[in-house]
């Protein structure tokens, strides 16, 4: 991999039906207003809202989507 394709990479990238990732130092801050900052090169945040892990992605949604529809 070449110096420039690890500069031009997408800092955060949303993933359909699942998490959202953030690449490098971030702060995330809940529906409470606390806020979290990033420790790993790359963070997986919950966008479904089933995780319980929040603010941080637990795989709740590959559940969600296997629900059978009402």
Known sequence: ???DSEVNHP???LCPGG???LRGDHVVQDEDGN???TERPVSAV???GGSKIKPWCDGTH???LKRPRD
């Open 1 to 3: 991999m070449s110096r």
């Open 35 to 37: 806020e979290y900052r």
């Open 11 to 13: 800092d955060v990238i």
């Open 19 to 21: 998490p959202m990732l």
């Open 62 to 64: 590959k559940l969600l």
């Open 46 to 48: 919950c966008r479904c």
